[in-house]
């Protein structure tokens, strides 16, 4: 079947060639000449106007830079950089910062994390939302926004604009509180798509109406957005929507867009012209060959407020090598497996990650979410996870979970060697719901002296 080429090229040639294209077609020697150009630019940006970076890289400029490779010679950047001073970061003075986003950590005691975005910076972010859209959506399309939204510059208000620009008609809502309500509101505007988190859109997928209601209308298309898309939560929204689910891979520290999937379906295309990407092995922090997994790794080429060199995402992925069924000369990322600090150790050789608990407990019906910690207790560790489930969800919902969990192989071989208890509890959705900001990841507490 042949499938449209990402729309995703078509705005890289445009940024790169600004209005000189003509008919001209993207090639990979185009893509890595400007994206060379736009870290030498940003390095330089960087040493001479961010404290930080002045100090980090003293002596560098971005005449050191000769070639794409040359890069990994500069030193990571993590999160407890940022976390330290994330004013030091500033490549412009305060004024000129026109939205600035906080992101609470997930651990416990740990610092937040700030952001600074200028106006350029926001513009930025919504081209890559106009063109990273267009993947999935038509002009003319109606398109519910399930994302935090009211205020300017936040993520649903960017991605409104994106839309505007895209000749699509955007329907702010906001994260989901009420999914009766939410799917009363998918009927009265009449949408064909919605972008939202996944466990926010499997509430809806899984909100069961008074029968008496007409159903909820079937959508072109959806976009699901966060680090890492659980694949069994893809799998359920397609089924009850009939339509393609496209993944964004995304993160705030990326200006909110990071990568999108095309209509292959078949790995995320990059934001290459604001993004520069890498796959290093984290023990090493060494590039790994082209197709095997590492970490992810990314430099921004376009951002004036708060430019990052070499950031580590603590995303686990790899890109994919051969040509996109679509047909264009831009790299794939495959769908983000979780997160390096996500992989917990079960006593012996038994290791277990949020992506594999992902899989075995949201295709259970009735499951709107899940949260999952290990402890230890005695000599035993002890693996707990508290499920939110559906007002409608039978009691007999935690030993199916239950049963779904102990069916792991790896947590199957712990429990007989008596080194883990299982421990599952289930409680009902009442109004809160996980906004989806917070990484999923299984809270070790083995060590933290808690419990
Ligand atoms: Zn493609």
Known sequence: MKVDKTPLEGWLLKK???????????????????????????????????????????????????????????????????????????????????????????????????????????????????????????????????????????????????????????????????????????????????????TQVLALARCREDP?????????????????????????????WGCPVFNHYGMTEMGLGGAVECRALAGYHLREADLYFEIIDPATGKTVPEGQYGEVVFTTLTRKGMPLLRYRTGDVSRFIPGPCPCGTVMRRLESVRGRLSGKVRLGGNVFITMADLDQAIFPLDGVLNFTAGVSREKETDCLRLEITAADWAGPELAARARAAVESLPDIKRALESGALKVEISSGREGDKFNTGTAKRTIKDLRNAGVN
């Open 16 to 198: 790169i060639k600004g209005g000189t294209a003509g008919g001209e077609c993207l090639t990979p020697e185009m893509i890595r000449g400007y994206q060379l150009d736009k870290i030498r630019e940003t390095l330089d940006l960087a040493v001479r106007q961010s404290p930080f970076y002045g100090r980090r890289l003293k002596g560098w400029s971005g005449g050191d830079i000769a070639a794409l490779e040359d890069l990994t010679r500069l030193p990571f950047t993590t999160a407890e950089d940022i976390k330290e001073n994330p004013l030091k970061f500033l490549c412009v003075s305060q004024d000129e910062i026109s939205r600035v986003v906080t992101l609470q950590s997930s651990g416990t005691g740990g610092e937040s994390k700030r952001l600074y975005f200028t106006r350029e910076d926001q513009e930025h972010i919504i081209d890559f939302f106009h063109y990273g859209m267009a993947c999935l959506v038509d002009p003319g399309d109606r398109v519910l926004i399930l994302l935090p939204g009211r205020l300017p510059g936040s993520v649903g208000d960017l991605l409104r604009s994106g839309l505007e620009r895209l000749g699509a008609v955007p329907v702010p809502h906001g994260p989901v509180t009420d999914p009766e309500a939410t799917l009363q509101v998918m009927r009265q505007e009449q949408v064909d798509s919605l972008v939202g988190i996944p």
């Open 212 to 240: 008496g209601k007409p159903a909820a209308p079937r959508l072109k298309s959806m976009l699901l957005t966060t680090d890492h898309v659980p694949g069994s939560i893809a799998k359920i929204l397609r089924r009850t």
